[in-house]
């Protein structure tokens, strides 16, 4: 369920008003629990809207390789590795890209 116009209007102007949340709400009347409520599902909203980006680094190979035995290796900033074959399809590659967002 999307927020009303008027909490949206609230959470705007706290954002800018450089009050902390108490602050705000006392000063405009709100219930405090239920602004922290509001706040945590716009914020969830907002996160859900915003597709997450994977920073990718590509580098060719310091030798010529072979296609039969290369791979394309996927790896991520904590560690994680994805390796997978030259041969894979790019529509599925894709579609796991989107998968993952």
């Known amino acids: 369920m999307a927020l009303s116009a008027e909490w949206l209007e609230h959470i705007d102007a706290w954002q800018n ?9 006392r000063a405009y009347g709100l219930n405090y629990s239920a ?3 509001r706040l945590a599902r716009y914020r969830r909203e907002q996160m859900e809207a915003q597709p997450i980006l994977i920073p990718v680094q590509v580098k060719a190979p310091s030798e010529p390789t072979l296609l039969a035995g290369a791979a394309l290796v996927f790896k991520h900033a904590k560690g994680h590795q994805l390796e997978l074959p030259v041969a894979v399809s790019a529509t599925w590659l894709a579609e796991l890209f989107r ?3």
């Open 17 to 25: 008003s450089g009050l902390k949340q108490t602050a705000y709400c």
């Open 99 to 101: 998968c993952l967002d």
């Open 35 to 37: 602004f922290t409520v």
